[in-house]
């Protein structure tokens, strides 16, 4: 069975700060795995996902992970933050082996942009 | 444009309704997913067909049932029987199902039960 942690369901950084949110994951087959953005009262956005072709994988709106496995690990990051990042961020893992099945998300971070 | 619809954007039901949840693609997608939103909790899924006349029960099926008689369509219908339906209810799809795809996300409705 898969499963995601996110670490912190509330992180505040300054405006023009890093941004990181964690994630972790557990799969018992080579993962895909995803962050997704989600606006107040909206669906989801992908914002990158990971496939296997590069570790590091650049996204929209200046977003960027790296996967780690031996970490277990699949963090996004941002350079510096905007006013406008301010929103739900949520990691999900898929691969279950078993085909299209859905995907396993986190519970989410919410990231607060502080002026 | 293509995308994902969802309706209605809020929806109220008394205790003891069934409740049908609409959502239309028109990006000629094969899978089609059922999630249900709850503060703190994540997404977690319903219910996900990868073909028209044919589905599956995700990790909390109980209490909703579904049909997909065509590629664009997938409703849920919120029956009586699930005891907590107040969440926000979101609707995706992914060109082939396959475990790599993207998945494309509706705009959701909130149900509410009074």
């Known amino acids: 069975a898969q499963s995601v942690t996110q670490l912190g369901s509330h992180v505040s950084v300054s405006e023009g700060a890093l941004v990181l949110l964690r994630c972790n994951y557990s799969?018992?087959?080579?993962?895909?795995l995803f962050w997704y953005v989600q606006y107040p009262n909206q669906g989801l956005q992908l914002l990158l996902k990971?496939?296997?072709?590069?570790?590091l994988v650049k996204g929209i709106n200046g977003f960027e992970a790296e996967f780690k496995k031996s970490e277990t690990s699949f963090h996004l990051t941002k350079p510096s933050a905007h006013m406008s990042d301010a929103a739900e961020y949520f990691c999900?893992?898929?691969?279950?082996?078993?085909?299209?099945?859905?995907?396993?998300f986190g519970k989410g971070t919410h990231l607060i942009i502080q002026p | 444009d293509g995308g994902i619809t969802q309706s209605p954007k809020y929806l109220f039901r008394k205790e003891g309704q069934n409740v049908t949840l609409s959502c239309e693609q028109n990006?000629?997608?094969?899978?089609m997913y059922w999630y249900r939103q709850d503060p703190g909790q994540g997404l977690r899924l319903i219910y996900y067909?990868?073909?028209?006349?044919?589905?599956q029960k995700g990790d909390i099926a109980e209490g909703y049932s579904v049909s997909r008689e065509k590629k664009e369509s997938f409703p849920l219908t919120v029956t009586s029987a699930q005891k907590n339906p107040t969440a926000f209810y979101l609707c995706?799809?992914?060109?082939?199902?396959?475990?790599?795809?993207?998945?494309?996300f509706g705009p959701g409705t909130r149900l509410t039960v009074l």
């Open positions: 995706a799809s992914s060109i082939s199902g396959g475990e790599w795809d993207e998945q494309f």
């Open positions: 799969s018992s087959v080579p993962p895909y």
């Open positions: 990971y496939t296997s072709a590069a570790t």
């Open positions: 999900a893992v898929s691969g279950s082996g078993g085909g299209a099945d859905g995907l396993t």
């Open positions: 990006l000629n997608h094969d899978a």
């Open positions: 067909s990868q073909i028209v006349n044919d589905f």
